[in-house]
């Protein structure tokens, strides 16, 4: 199976350069997916045989959980990789720890890493296939496609639907993703939060800005509420959190004035009384654990699709067909 037939090419880095077909192919492969996970026995044979080295140089545990789960339940043999207690803490270099896991042959590297460029920058010195799990500020294309299918699953087109990111953008690799995959399927984006936590120049990637929570409710059908990177708010960023949660957190009376039925996503894990209030987290219009859910069938079908597997033969992949190129 050559990565030549795989509809993404070799390598899943992010959703900047992926084509709206190609971003499609991704949740419609998805679909079928989520069945297996619901089975008593939860496993097609699909991935039987490949190796796949989770290497996750920063710390996670839904995303490295969920990539686990996804990876079993295609039946691929998994190896996992934290920073504490590799060689990567020794000074290992990348370029070392790569090469190391070639000669182990390997078929595919999952990996988060602190700095942004690093998934590329693996991606282009190994033949495995790579999957960006996160890397710096850059992007985090598995969240994104969890969220647009869920948003999906609701709301049913995406197009002409206006998708509103709140909160922390400037450190948001979730929010790039998003921006990039919810255009791409034309719905209409904007970004709200404090000016300190906006990127320079976000306009630029054609969404609109709003620096009043309020207004983003008015205008918005759906709401994606980023988690507040506390441990990156040392540079005084925001006053408080009780501040924070007054002006920009996400709260029932605020989402009882929306003008129609909102849907609330959040990437979590999420501050609760900080960018958003538990009744909202727990109330109806919150799809959160929804995403949780999607976030496993996405990934098998990532994982599914740069093995060579093609959209249409998904189907017949999770009755325990090969569907495999």
Known sequence: MSHSTSPLGKDLIGLEHLSAEQIRSILDT???????????????????GKTIVNLFLEPSTRTRISFEFAEKRLSADTVNIASTGSSVQKGETLVDTARNLEAMRIDMVVIRHWASGAAQFLADRI??????????AHEHPTQALLDILTIRDHRGSLEGLRVCVVGDIV???VARSNIFGLLKLGAEVAVCGPRTLLPTGIETLGVRVFHR???????????????????RMQGGFIPSLREYNRFYGVTREKIERAPRDLLILHP??????????????????SVILKQVTNGVAVR??????????????????????????
């Open 127 to 136: 033949p495995s296939n790579v999957i960006n799990a996160g890397d710096g």
């Open 30 to 48: 998805a679909e079928p997916f989520k069945e297996i996970s619901e089975r008593r026995i939860k496993k097609v044979p699909v991935l039987r």
């Open 268 to 285: 979590g894990p999420m501050n609760r009384g900080v960018e958003i209030d538990s009744d909202v987290a727990d109330g109806p219009h």
């Open 213 to 231: 929570v309020e207004e983003a409710i008015e205008w918005a059908d759906v709401l994606n509420v980023l988690r507040l990177q506390l441990e």
């Open 300 to 325: 098998m079908a990532v994982l599914y699709l740069l093995a060579g597997g093609q959209p249409e033969q998904a189907e017949a992949a999770k009755r325990g067909g090969g569907g495999r190129g």
């Open 171 to 173: 450190h948001s690799r």
